[in-house]
């Protein structure tokens, strides 16, 4: 423990060094003979951490098999009774992916959906992040919106669709708005979190250094927000996609939302299932493309 | 005593004036800073010791602007203190850098309020960095580094400011004591090339009668016990303080402080 | 061994102990660093006789903790064995009492739970638990305060209760792993003659390491100087200076200063910035 624990990296370089002058200098047969023990004993170690290491992965992929498998034989079974059933098995549905993606159609539908997504979010960036800095900032303003926002981001923003169209009309921009509606919040909450809680000692030290509120700011509130904003984001990213389906189910002619419906109509159960799985395979990427935005940008302590 | 001859010598630089502090506590005023009357002068390592709760924290505080006395007065060459202002740099007991940034990015902060161009900035950046022996890292984050590592960084980053008067808050309080060794025979070092001013905050004995030229030591209540000359020979690190006569010297002298300490210490608690 | 004839411990020439509790034979251990092994224990031997308070003494990295993790069965060593009363001993136990620097108390407990907390792990019964806990606040100048909670207490109340909670198993031997070394001058003082105290009514054998050359001479009837790199024994000194300590000695009297001096120069030979004994 000591050795390990307390050593600090500063001191660690010139301890590594005297540790070797004394395997090669005045080390006695005695001593020699513990260090061979024990690098034998490392040696052992090695290995186990080894096979310890695929241990721990194999399970990611059997269980992924495992309900594959179990889904295949339910349809096989016939749970779904014997007209349904074998159109909803993963086989079916992997082949109707491949007719989709070379027909076109999956690519037709999938673009307007993520620049749907891109657009609401974007424009929640562009209007969530200031007022969760000012609303952070300013404890007042944080106490005169409390009630409402706690209130609003609680409405399901499908409950705003008639509201939106009459303001919108059907298409694009009543997407995009709800899209947007449904992503301020968590983003206005994180980010007001984010820059309400910075260190009074960091805030301190830049006024000693003879900063203004202007310099601290944008010296140290936003980019100390920075974690929670991404945070934040995060969050909006995962409930705008959860959120698009519904809302593309209401009057466009085109999207994965759309297209769901659309393979129903047509009693198309294989691609209908090839369009679930491709929302949540999308949605699954989505999230991991932000989840390495966080370990990128987000600063560390 | 040779003290006093060096006191009439210098000039001040920091004068604390009748200095009190009051604070409020459930109602009722808690005073941490009774009547302070001392100077600091020019050049001097002034340290600050005494009890826990005797206020040496909010001192340094004041002297930094970031709060304000509740009476009694402070200046700086006849100037009073008002408010926060990079002639006077504090390091906090705290790491007070900004973790998003480098430590050469840490240390341009200072220059980057004070609108100074990029060029001068990385010039006198990476003296400073030199100065602290951290220009190796100078691209590394702060959870990178170690204790002693993060402790030079602050040191530069008040450094490159220019202070006339450099305040420290018990800085190597959280160190390893080897670490703590090293960065007091450092900021020695510094001290010196720099011609600083250093008030230096601590609660532990040794660092105050290793560093000081002065030692200020505080009674429960926050009014000063006593100041203590400190006539010890200087280099006070490595070899020579090894050597028996002086550590007897250096013995007698702590031992002098921790008697003054002691009879200002109100106890607390079981015992 | 029964209490009432408790005497000082009788030290060979060399600074021996005819009979051990605590032996600690050929010790060896070798760390994983980077990479590459790294020796930190070298042949360490040593004898620790029954109510005797050792110290371990020496800088960062000489392995002292390591010997105490390794001597209470915290650590296990790559060659050699530790004896405990003739038994050789594998691995910690409730009579090898710990005192951690870090106090480690439990926040949700009070002070007279975390003392019970060894007893309850023994199944020990309720009113048991209540006298030997009540016992052993006496012991560390803490009766009266068992009803507060961990946080509720300074620093050195901190550390007496860790030391009640030891003491509570009733340890054969007391390991203490730079009890005092984050306190402030005047705490650790009050500490030191505590343990004393402790130490003179309840007749353990204390085992105990600093980085602290005045704490060593103050508590100390042996110290144990270890030297880096690697970890060893550099010589074991007998501290014969008059006790109680803190009435009949002070820090600058010649005796004292002598010891320290004698210690400081065993170290002359250390590079300056290895060294971080304080005194």
């Given amino acids: 423990m000591d050795i390990e624990g307390n050593v600090s990296p500063a001191t660690e370089k010139k301890e590594v060094g005297a540790g070797n002058q004394t395997s090669n200098g005045t080390s006695t047969a005695a001593t020699e003979a513990v260090m061979a023990r024990f690098r034998q004993q490392i040696e052992i170690t090695k290995l186990q951490k080894f096979i310890q290491f695929f241990t721990e992965k194999k399970y990611y992929f059997i269980g992924l098999v495992a309900i594959l498998s179990t889904w295949q034989i339910l349809m096989f079974v016939q749970v779904l009774g014997p007209d349904f059933s074998p159109s909803f098995s993963p086989w079916a549905a992997l082949l109707a992916f491949i007719e989709m993606v070379t027909s076109g159609d999956l690519s037709r539908h999938t673009w307007p959906s993520l620049r749907r997504v891109f657009y609401g979010l974007s424009l929640s960036v562009v209007f969530a992040l200031p007022v969760g800095v ?95 904003m991404l945070t ?70 | ?86 002639e006077r740099g504090i390091i906090f007991q705290e790491y007070s850098m900004l973790p998003w940034r480098t430590v050469f ?67 190597f309080g ?26 230096f905050v601590t609660s532990e004995l040794d660092e105050a009668v290793k560093l000081g030229d002065r030692i200020i030591v505080l009674n429960s209540k926050g009014a000063v016990m006593k100041i203590i000359n400190n006539t010890l020979p200087r280099p006070r690190h490595g070899k020579v303080a090894q050597e028996p006569r002086f550590l007897r010297q250096f013995v007698a002298l702590r031992e002098e402080v921790f008697i003054t300490l002691k009879a200002g210490t109100v106890q607390k608690g079981a015992s | 061994m029964s209490l009432s004839n408790f005497s000082p411990p009788r030290y060979t020439k060399d600074g021996d102990v005819e009979d051990a509790i605590l032996e600690i034979r050929n010790i060896y251990k070798v760390f994983m660093k980077e990479g590459s092994e790294f020796l930190a224990l070298e042949d360490i031997n040593l004898k620790v006789a029954e109510g ?73 019964s309720r009113s048991e638990r209540h006298r030997i806990a009540g016992e052993q606040l006496v012991n560390v100048n803490m009766e009266g305060t068992g009803t507060l909670s961990a946080h509720e207490i300074s620093v050195g109340m901190r550390q007496r209760v860790a030391i009640a909670r030891a003491l509570a198993n009733n340890p054969r031997i007391l390991f203490m792993d730079e009890p005092f070394d984050s306190l402030d001058a005047l705490t650790k003082e009050e500490m030191q003659i505590e343990i004393l105290k402790t130490w003179h009514q309840t007749k353990k054998t204390i085992f105990f390491v600093t980085h602290d050359v005045d704490e060593a001479i103050f508590l100390s009837d042996r110290i144990c100087v270890m030297d880096i790199n690697p970890g060893r024994i550099k010589k074991i000194l007998v501290n014969n200076l008059p006790r109680p300590r803190h009435e009949k000695i002070k820090r600058t009297d010649n005796e004292f200063c002598e010891m320290r001096e004698e210690i400081v120069g065993l170290y002359s030979s250390l590079m300056e910035d290895e060294l971080d004994l304080i005194v």
């Fill in chain 1, 134 to 228: 000012l609303i952070g900032y300013f404890t007042k303003l944080e106490q005169m919106t409390y009630v409402t926002f706690q209130f609003l981001r609680m409405i399901s923003p499908l409950a705003w669709m008639p509201v939106s169209i009459i303001i919108f009309g059907v298409g694009d921009n009543s997407v995009v708005f709800l899209l947007w509606l449904v992503a301020i919040w968590p983003l206005i909450l994180n980010t007001a979190h984010g820059t309400g809680r910075v260190s009074q000692l960091w805030i301190n030290m830049a006024r000693t250094m003879g900063a203004g509120d202007w310099a601290i700011l944008r010296k140290i509130i936003i980019p100390a927000a920075i974690p929670d």
């Fill in chain 2, 174 to 199: 959280a160190l390893d004591a080897k670490t703590k060794m090293v960065m007091q025979a450092e900021i020695i070092e510094i001290w010196k090339k720099e011609s600083a001013t250093i008030v």
């Fill in chain 2, 105 to 171: 990015q840490n240390v341009c902060l200072g220059m980057e309020i004070l609108n100074i161009s990029p060029k001068e900035r990385k010039e006198k950046a990476l003296k400073y960095l030199s100065l602290v022996a951290l220009t190796y890292a100078k691209d590394r984050y702060p959870y990178e580094l170690s204790g002693g590592m993060k402790r030079r960084m602050t040191l530069a980053m008040v450094l490159v400011t220019n202070p006339k008067i450099l305040l420290m808050d018990g800085a």
């Fill in chain 2, 1 to 86: 005593m040779s003290g006093n001859n060096k006191a009439k010598n210098k000039k001040v630089l920091l004068r604390c004036k009748n200095l009190w502090k009051v604070y409020e506590k459930n109602g009722v005023q808690v005073p941490v800073c009774c009547g302070l009357d001392f100077d600091v002068y020019e050049n001097e390592f002034l340290c600050i010791t005494g009890p826990t709760g005797c206020g040496k924290s909010t001192i340094l505080k004041m002297m930094a602007g970031l709060e304000l006395p509740s009476m009694g007065a402070l200046s700086l060459r006849g100037k009073p203190i008002t408010k926060p202002n990079r």
């Fill in chain 3, 52 to 124: 005797e308070l050792m110290c371990i003494l020496g800088p960062t990295g000489c392995g002292k903790s390591v010997t105490l993790q390794i001597a209470s069965g915290l650590m296990e060593q790559t060659s050699g064995s530790i004896i405990l009363d003739g038994v050789e001993e594998h691995g910690p136990g409730p009579h090898k009492g710990m005192v951690f620097q870090e106090y480690a108390l439990l926040p949700w407990r009070n002070v007279r739970e975390n003392v019970e907390l060894g007893l309850e792990i023994n199944g020990t």
């Fill in chain 1, 232 to 301: 934040g984001l995060r969050l909006s990213v995962g409930i705008s996609w959860i959120i698009l389906v519904p809302a593309e189910m209401l009057g466009v002619p085109d999207g994965l939302g759309y297209y769901i419906l659309d393979t129903r109509d047509r009693f198309r159960y294989d691609q209908l299932m090839a369009t679930i799985v491709t929302i949540g395979a999308i949605g699954y990427i989505l999230d991991s493309i932000m989840r390495m935005f966080i370990r990128r940008y987000a600063w560390k302590i």
